[in-house]
């Protein structure tokens, strides 16, 4: 068994992807696959740091144990409660509105969430702004996302769809000519006064398809109740 065959077996006990692993360090997404005989020693340190638990040792050679003696036993007199799973959180912007202009340079993640079986379905996470998707998305909530690569979407069902522009949390719909993605807000409150009255707060707006650069599933949700 050699190194990428450990480090594989490594992030299958973590119960991750490799493409979420290669991300959370800082490496394309392609690093694990094209590791061939060692790993370089910048992303050594950077297993090491997000990855504590991992015996190095055991990596580079087999000699060993997978998981250092301390994170290896039970006998702390604090029991930590752990699933293992953990996915790398992007503090980037998900706009559930339309009147948020950001940022859409590519990100690195600023660190890792534990997330267990929750969101166990999830590559990575990010926060959402605005309330276009109250009560489910509240804004300053943590959602799980994944990689969306199948050629039609299941309307009614909430993605993040990316332009190159802008970056949106919405329940989608097909348009009737097939030729677009209308997207919805879960927020259906109105205008009360003014010349706007009776309309929608959060109107619904179309995605033509080729203005989308990724879609992105969203797996499950993370709220507070007291920001």
């Known amino acids: 068994m050699g190194v990428k065959s ?3 077996e490594f992030i299958d006990y ?3 992807s490799r493409r979420s692993f290669s991300l959370g360090i800082g490496a394309s997404s392609s690093f694990v696959n094209n ?3 060692s790993i370089g020693t910048e992303y050594i ?3 090491k740091e997000k990855f504590p638990e991992l015996n190095i040792s055991w990596l580079m050679t087999g000699d060993g144990e997978m998981l250092r003696k301390s994170h290896n036993t039970e006998q ?3 029991t930590t409660i752990s699933s293992g799973k953990v996915i790398p959180y992007y503090d980037a912007e998900v706009a559930a509105g339309t009147n948020y202009a950001m940022e859409m340079a590519q990100t690195t993640p600023v660190g890792m969430i534990e997330i267990g079986g929750l969101l166990k379905d999830s590559e990575f996470a990010m ?4 309330n276009s998707m109250v009560p489910n998305y509240p804004a300053g909530c943590v959602i799980g996302l994944r990689q969306y690569n199948e050629h039609f979407i299941e ?11 802008n970056r949106f949390l919405k329940r989608l719909y097909y348009s009737k000519d097939k030729k677009a993605f209308r997207c919805m807000s879960d927020n259906h409150m109105k ?8 309309e929608y707060f959060y109107p619904e707006f179309e995605i033509p398809f080729e203005d989308v650069r990724r879609l992105l599933r969203v797996t499950g949700v993370v709220k507070r109740n007291i920001m």
């Open 6 to 8: 450990r480090l594989i």
């Open 14 to 16: 973590k119960g991750m």
């Open 35 to 37: 590791i061939s005989k």
């Open 45 to 47: 340190d950077r297993i």
């Open 76 to 78: 702390d007199s604090d």
């Open 127 to 130: 926060r959402v702004y605005g």
């Open 155 to 165: 309307p009614g069902t909430v993605y993040v769809i990316e332009t190159e522009e």
């Open 191 to 198: 205008h009360e006064t003014g010349p706007m009255e009776g």
